[in-house]
């Protein structure tokens, strides 16, 4: 089946602009979560959705920094004002998150260069 | 703070030969220990994950051994190929509390010599 999806797979912008990156999970599944890839921090943790609840934001590493997720399925990560240091790769899983189901599949990321 | 530590930075080894890498972390609340297989322009793949339950899991040429009292779990690849070369991550989470973000090892980049 498909697995999951982003984009786009590359977006340059100018500091300060917006940017928003989308994700779409694998079918089915009720986990989301969104990491961040940089030469110098690897693979961080940013935030992570589960079905209707709160999501967990605790890795978001400013207030610049904002996701929604709709319908239980897409998501949309937002970056405003984005800064030279935002530049990273930016990685979706999805998770069925059932009782002992906790795999996490990522899409093939979204590299985002600010200049 | 890194909350998992891997070793080593890369690795170069000949083809058939076994590549270990190592992990270590501190808390102990963490209880799923995944491996990751990552190609360049690629999203890292799931390989093999382990639970503290179990000192050993096998998957094909891929064997994870977590060693749960030192805290450490390493991943072995047996006969080892070309193709195995990629940056492997190992992490780990807590997901008995429902917490199930990944916390991601600094990688280990594989050569394999044909």
């Known amino acids: 089946g498909a697995g999951v999806s982003q984009s786009p797979s590359n977006k340059v912008t100018e500091k300060g602009k917006d940017v928003e990156l989308r994700c779409d999970p694998i079918s089915g599944h009720t986990a989301l979560y969104w990491y961040r890839q940089s030469l110098g921090q690897g693979l961080e943790f940013l935030i992570y959705f589960q079905g209707n609840s709160a999501p967990d934001k605790s890795g978001l590493p400013s207030d610049r920094f904002s996701a929604e997720r709709t319908g239980g399925s897409v998501s949309t990560l937002t970056i405003q004002r984005t800064q030279q240091e935002d530049s990273a790769v930016y990685l979706c899983a999805s998770s069925l998150s059932s009782v002992g189901t906790y795999e996490q599949y990522f899409g093939p990321g979204t590299r985002l260069t600010v200049t | 703070q890194q909350q998992v530590k891997q070793s080593p930075q890369s690795l170069i080894v000949q083809k058939g030969g076994i590549p270990i890498i190592n992990c270590a972390y501190e808390n102990t609340a963490f209880d799923y220990f995944p491996w990751y297989q990552q190609f360049p322009g690629k999203g890292p793949a799931l390989l093999i994950a382990?639970?503290?339950?179990?000192s050993e899991k096998k998957e094909g040429r891929f064997t994870i051994s977590f060693n749960k009292s030192a805290k450490q779990f390493s991943l072995h690849i047996m006969d080892s190929q070309p193709g195995d070369s990629a940056t492997y991550f190992c992490?780990?989470?807590?997901?008995?509390?429902?917490?199930?973000?990944?916390?991601f090892g600094t990688g280990t980049r594989l050569t394999v010599i044909p």
């Open positions: 382990i639970r503290p339950d179990v």
């Open positions: 992490a780990a989470a807590r997901v008995q509390t429902g917490a199930n973000n990944l916390f």
